[in-house]
């Protein structure tokens, strides 16, 4: 009678066991692994850009009016997944901002270093994110008439976001998020760009940096 109950525990033992490595497999959770995060976003920029400028020895601030049109951006990293809520890994990005009255096209390729904290694991998970990295901007031919406010917007650049998820599937979400762009841009071109009048526009020897804060609005897959 006792072997028979010895045996009977180990089995009910075994069999729990194996229900839970199934719950785990079927789960998909472990504690760390390799993960991807593509996201397609639209980011609207909210307020005027803050730019302080040196040049000559000399630093002045302004507001200036930062690109009017929302930037579309599909950016993509690769990295590690920690107990399913720290990610962490290097990644590339490709935007491209329209023009407007102040501000020639570009087409922006940034790599960057991405880090990502959820804060729960449900279908709605808030989050904190961080890029931080350079962007490559690829200018449209400047004309003669450029406004004051104009500025390329490349360099080094930090990112951090606080953001949204909606889970709508396995791995996709549907993402809001507000973030902070700090931009640190010098020697930007070659050559000096002159208005009509011949004044300077953009100097070739100014360094730059900018300020502003983005509203997106997009997918994410991970």
Known sequence: ????????????????????????????????????????????????????????????????????????????????????????????????????????????????????LNFAKGRIRPFLDFKGGYHFASLAEANQTLDSDWYKWDGFFLEPALGLSFKLGKHAFLNTSLSYQFVSAGNRIRQTIQDENGGALVNAGMNEKYHRFLLSFGFTFQ
């Open 1 to 116: 009678m006792r072997t028979l109950a010895i045996i009977t525990i180990l089995i009910l033992t075994g069999t729990t066991v194996s229900i839970a490595q199934d719950k785990d497999k079927s789960d998909g959770f472990k504690p760390l692994r390799f993960n991807n995060i593509t996201e397609a976003t639209v980011g609207f920029q909210i307020g005027k850009t803050t730019r302080t400028t040196s040049f000559a020895g000399g630093e002045s601030e302004a507001n200036v009016a930062g690109h009017k049109f929302p930037a579309p951006r599909l950016a993509t990293s690769f990295g590690l997944l920690v107990g399913e809520l720290f990610y962490f890994g290097p990644g590339i990005a490709y935007t491209f901002q329209p023009a407007d009255k102040n501000n020639s096209l570009e087409h922006q390729v940034s790599v960057f270093g991405q880090t990502r």
